[in-house]
């Protein structure tokens, strides 16, 4: 059965610095998203993608995120200038078509920023 | 926006028997309600979900109920086994389109 993948399973970075998530989402789906869930907090929405361009977005997605789909297999969450409170489990998951409502989640990135 | 509240935040029941877990939305024009299973360190999985349109679904053992009027739908889970075990999240969204909002989670517990 086919998964959404996400790399890497986990990521350190320090205070400030530039970090991309990626995501495999399953091969003919058509919409994208991204949440995250702090430990032992519920998940949070940050951004829809559709047609290359973003449909929602949730206040948590300010200017430090950014979402890019660089080819045709490819979703990334790009952070530009990480924070202590951006650690978190970043999931992405994929939807397959407008006439559909099911979202399957990846198994996630473990973001810890020092 | 949306705000979604789940009850109770921690359930503990003997195997073998119901679990009910609820919550409640604020937008009545959501439409779309999935719950969503997860396993300690694993992805959310979605286990069932039900649309504005219909008031009962049933897959097995998990049933899910939804009243529009009131605002509220609920999990319910028959013959709980240990695999049941988990953190268990209900979610709603509007037009079934856009991101999802979450509830708190439930964990739930399985006693042997």
């Known amino acids: 059965e086919p998964e959404v993948t996400q790399t890497p399973s986990h990521q350190v970075t320090q205070m400030g610095q530039e970090v991309i998530l990626r995501c495999v989402p399953i091969?003919?789906?058509?919409?994208f998203y991204w949440y995250r869930q702090i430990l032992g907090q519920k998940v949070e929405f940050l951004v829809s993608?559709?047609?290359?361009?973003?449909?929602?977005k949730s206040e948590i997605f300010d200017d430090q995120f950014s979402v890019e789909r660089p080819d045709g297999s490819n979703f990334t969450l790009k952070i530009r200038s990480t924070k202590l409170e951006d650690s978190a489990m970043y999931f992405c998951?994929?939807?397959?078509?407008?006439?559909?409502?099911?979202?399957?989640f990846g198994p996630g990135t473990r973001l810890t920023v020092t | 926006g949306e705000n979604v509240e789940q009850h109770p935040s921690t359930l503990s029941v003997q195997e073998g028997d119901s679990a009910v877990i609820k919550c409640t939305y604020s937008d009545s024009a959501s439409n779309y309600f999935p719950w969503y299973k997860q396993e300690l360190g694993k992805r959310p999985q979605l286990i069932i979900d039900?649309?504005?349109?219909?008031g009962e679904k049933k897959d097995q053992r998990i049933a899910v109920t939804l009243n529009k009027t009131a605002k509220h739908f609920s999990l319910h889970i028959t013959e709980t086994q240990p695999e049941d075990s988990a953190v268990y999240f209900c979610a709603a969204s509007i037009w079934g389109a856009d991101g999802l909002t979450f509830g708190k989670g439930t964990h739930l517990i399985i006693q042997p």
């Open positions: 091969s003919n789906h058509l919409y």
């Open positions: 998951a994929s939807r397959l078509s407008g006439k559909t409502y099911e979202q399957y």
């Open positions: 993608f559709y047609n290359n361009e973003i449909s929602e």
């Open positions: 039900i649309r504005s349109n219909v």
